[in-house]
């Protein structure tokens, strides 16, 4: 099917974003984008032309939003799943991308009608904010997660690190590597429980991310849901970095700070998950 075929509507108020509305789909896509408040209506049109319905969601700097990732409420995401269910689609599916995809796992585990979660260099624990809340402050540190009104436990961040270079650009992994050590505590805390989500979920994870130590997530995500009886698939390559690129795919690398791979190694894993997402549509 070719995505001219799919209705592209601008939505606002409750659920912003683009939505493409696939004439009899069943499955709608919730594509969540990372730190950068990139609508991805690029990503959107890919599950478009799977006859998905697909829904590129505006989650935070938009009108009447938190301008920053700050205290994000999960509402948020339980009005898109509602409004996807509303449009006659009965299998919710999730796919998100760094902070995007630990939205999508924290979605799934409140909210069980989400059926699946793809989720991309994600983390297993939450952190604090990035940016400003609705306030329009960023310190003192807060969550980036709110629900019913109450902030969720979260990792804080220690300044006292040994910053890292990679490619010319800082990499902040060894800061959240550090973080999870320095706070062990709050880390147990603010562990997303996905072995609690009835979601099929796929993990996509670089070995060479620079950002954060997407991998090791992963494999903490896994080894909880094998524990739990739950079978969780995980996509990996060592030579891949945070940015993963599906097929079609040419996001610009990052200029702010590192994201290890290259574009073939992030090409080629995007590749790979692509698979695996197309049977969870």
Not at 27 to 55: H, I, K, P, Q
Not at 211 to 216: V, Y
């Amino acid at each position: 099917m070719e995505v001219q075929a799919a209705i592209e509507e601008n939505l606002s108020g409750a659920v912003a974003g683009t939505l493409f509305r696939c004439p009899h789909a069943t499955t709608g896509v919730v594509v969540l984008g990372g730190s950068s408040g990139r609508v991805d209506v690029g990503r959107a049109r890919l599950f478009a032309n799977e006859r998905s319905s697909a829904l590129a969601l505006l989650w935070f700097g938009g009108e009447s939003q938190a301008p920053g990732i700050c205290e994000i409420p999960l509402e948020t995401f339980f009005a898109a799943t509602d409004y996807l269910l509303e449009t006659g689609c009965n299998r919710i599916v999730y796919v998100g991308t760094s902070k995007g995809a630990e939205a999508a796992l924290l979605a799934a585990v409140h909210d069980p009608r989400i059926n699946a979660v793809v989720a991309i260099s994600r983390s297993s624990v939450v952190w604090g904010n990035i940016g400003a809340g609705r306030d329009g402050v960023s310190w003192p540190e807060r969550s980036s997660w709110s629900l019913d009104g109450t902030p969720l436990p979260f990792v804080p961040t220690d300044p006292n690190w040994s910053r890292e270079s990679v490619d010319g650009l800082v990499s902040y992994r060894a800061l959240f590597e550090h973080c999870l050590k320095t706070f062990e505590r709050e880390a147990k805390a603010a562990t997303i429980p996905v072995e609690t989500a009835s979601a099929e979920i796929l993990l996509v994870a670089g070995g060479d991310d620079a950002l954060w130590p997407s991998l090791w997530f992963a494999t903490d995500i896994v080894r909880r849901r094998d524990n739990a009886g739950k079978v969780t698939r995980l996509v990996t390559s060592p030579d891949a970095g945070h940015r993963i690129l599906l097929p079609g795919e040419g996001t610009p690398r990052s200029t702010l700070h590192a994201h290890g791979g290259n574009d073939e190694a992030d090409s080629q894993l995007g590749r790979m998950a692509w698979e695996g997402i197309r049977e969870l549509l």
